[in-house]
């Protein structure tokens, strides 16, 4: 589903999976939305109940909807379509879900897996994530993966998506469970943008006087790509030196203090007669996933996102 639907990512998975399925056990669909102005909400409320029941006469296993859609840079609201006059209309996340899962749509988003396809201001401003946290505790998918780059370019995740099509679609592993070696086997997906995976959580709350009663929540956490050299605590090194424009002079980094006595990670250039630091700070409660061991370069997970 998106604003359009030309090639991409779900086309790669679509294709790593037909081996494996007929046409019977396995369907695509592609859809564009645009719901900008009343007119074409309408016009798209319609379109969705016709797309339920199209998914609704199947019966499937699983269920994965990929989203590419557009965020907005400085607040990280999702782009709905246009307006009447042509102009970009932008909305909180909450209010995207609710408008683009429409009626007997929404229901069918239940414990299927669901792939943001948009740049990182959708989980980076705190205004937007708690509005995208909002409408999956309402929509209930199972998981939902987000990237947290900038300007983030969805062909480095290729070898993500062709694994995840083997590891959890066809061999049927838990996408919780093999995430980060999910990560692992992205060549080019670490040093270009952090990972996000929000489950959906219900437990039997037992302080309840209904015993059917349960509580749900949304767990997220957030995978940073960390290397000594390039980047330390999962923070980016620049290219070049601020100071002089070496290129690639970063030094392995090193336990230090900054100016202020704050512990962090000092990055030195190694260009002669530069020596310009850069520090990179811990994170709040983390956990350390080394790829190898001794190899100073893995993921750090972070939870309570």
Known sequence: MGLNTRGGIPHLLNAALEEYYTEATLRYLEVIFDFGTQRKLHHWQAKAQRLASTIGEDTFQQK???ISVHSEVTRGDLFAGKDEGGDDVA??????????????????????????????????FPQSICSFKEA???????????????????????????AFGS???????????VFTDLLNVSVELPMHTDAYLFQFEE?????????????????????SWYHTHHHPWGCPLPMSCPKCGSIRSWSPSKQGKDSSGAPGCISTCQSPACGFQMFSYQPRSYQVIKVKVGEGMGW?????I
């Open 64 to 66: 994965i909807f990929f």
């Open 91 to 124: 909305v909180l996340p909450k209010e995207f879900m609710d408008y683009l899962f429409a009626g007997c749509l929404r229901p069918l988003v239940s414990r299927a897996t669901l792939f943001m396809l948009s740049c990182g201001p959708l989980v980076t």
């Open 136 to 162: 999956l505790l309402e929509l209930r998918p199972a998981y939902t993966i987000t990237f947290g780059a900038t300007c983030f370019i969805g062909t480095v995740i290729k070898s993500f998506i062709v």
């Open 167 to 177: 590891w959890v679609v066809i061999q049927g592993h838990d996408l919780g469970e």
């Open 203 to 223: 437990q039997m709350a037992s302080d309840m006087p209904n015993l059917s009663s349960s509580a749900v929540h949304i767990k997220g956490m957030r995978y």
């Open 300 to 304: 750090i997970k972070q939870a309570g």
